[in-house]
């Protein structure tokens, strides 16, 4: 099974004169793998992702993605390194509010050519494909996403990051909105597409009580051993 994601040794702090956020020894994961990124608010979940997501980087120590040491790419190169193989799920989904549904899916394929010659036939296709499987309704398809509920726009970020097969997923606590009956039904559905896609699925949450529904959980409390360094 090959390795998606490796962390060694790796530290960050916002500023020189702060304490480390994060001090992770080491971290894997692998392709395919459903992890279960858990731990309380504020204890830097959000700042992990964006060490993995290229967003930031890290203080000291190596973060391998695909085989890539982000902290050598140039901040365009991590940019596009993140539009090719990252479909991310916002916790506040991040949708363009007038935009149709169809068109905020297709978005990501805007930005990167390599997901775009992932999709066999045409985007709108395929994003109408996303949206059947999500099961978001057809009459919903070409309205602006500001008009449908908090659930269905959850599916529309959904199918936003599952376009062009990614290779790895986030989920940003992008279920909190939601009662525990529709955020098992909805995580059981990107299960299923990111399965389908072969993609990596990273789900981050503080709330534990769907852990078990993922075959692999870490604490960031257990790993991040700011502690040892303080």
């Not at 390795?3 to 971290?27: A, C, G, Y």
């Not at 479909?87 to 394929?109: E, M, R």
């Not at 309205?143 to 449908?148: A, D, F, M, N, Y």
Request: net charge negative.
């Amino acid at each position: 099974m090959a390795r998606v994601i490796e962390l060694k040794d790796v530290t960050f702090q916002w500023h020189p004169d702060q304490s480390p956020t994060l001090n992770i020894p080491s971290l894997h994961i692998e392709q395919g793998e459903h992890l279960f990124l858990k731990g309380p608010s504020g204890c830097g979940k959000s700042t992990l992702l964006g060490l993995l997501t290229g967003i930031n980087t890290a203080t000291s120590g190596e973060i391998f993605a695909l085989g890539n040491n982000l902290k050598s790419l140039s901040a365009s190169a991590r940019d596009k390194f993140r539009a090719d193989h990252i479909g991310y799920i916002f916790q506040q989904f991040n949708l363009l509010p007038y935009l149709s549904v169809i068109d905020n899916v297709t978005l990501p394929c805007q930005f990167s050519a390599r997901r775009k010659n992932k999709v066999t036939g045409s985007l709108r296709d395929e994003a109408k494909h996303l949206l059947s499987h999500l099961r978001l309704p057809e009459a919903l398809w070409s309205k602006p996403v500001i008009e449908l509920s908090i659930g269905q726009q959850q599916r529309v970020a959904a199918a936003r990051a599952l376009i062009g097969q990614p290779e790895f997923l986030i989920a940003d606590e992008p279920t909190s909105a939601l009662d525990h009956d529709n955020r098992e039904a909805f995580i059981e559905l990107l299960m299923e597409q990111a399965n389908r896609a072969q993609s990596t699925l990273i789900f981050v949450s503080h709330d534990p009580t769907l852990e078990s529904l993922f075959s692999r959980t870490e604490n960031l409390q257990d790993i991040n051993q700011v502690g040892a360094i303080l």
